[in-house]
């Protein structure tokens, strides 16, 4: 079956720091874009980055543009987003999703807080 287990989550000082990583399996990993989501407390949940299936595109909210980048390594099976300059605005759960389809990951938190 799908499955997408992130991990990398955790608690960091503004202006720091992190790499989400999200595992997958039970599909065809490299011939699907994926995207991260993540949800704050009390506010819907919002697309924050996208990469095709080859890894040559990708795209990002506003909010991250120039900060967190998303990349895919095909032969690992592995999506990951480096989040750099954090802002206490970041902190949120973080899912990955495969996109246009209805699978999700379990999430993982990510806190900016000093």
Not at 10 to 35: E, K, N
Not at 81 to 99: F, G, P, R
């Amino acid at each position: 079956q799908v499955q997408l287990v992130e991990s990398g989550g955790g608690l960091v000082q503004p202006g720091g720091s992190l790499r989400l990583s999200c595992v997958a399996s039970g599909f065809t990993f490299s011939t699907y874009a994926m995207s991260w989501y993540r949800q704050a407390p009390g506010k819907e949940r919002e697309l924050v980055a996208s990469i095709v299936d080859s890894g040559s595109s990708t795209n990002y909210a506003d909010s991250v543009k120039g900060r967190f980048t998303i990349s895919r390594d095909n032969a690992k099976n592995t999506v990951y987003l480096q989040m750099n300059s954090l802002k206490y605005e970041d902190t949120a759960v973080y899912y990955c999703k495969i996109a246009a389809t209805r699978y999700w990951g379990q999430g993982t938190q990510v806190t900016v807080s000093s």
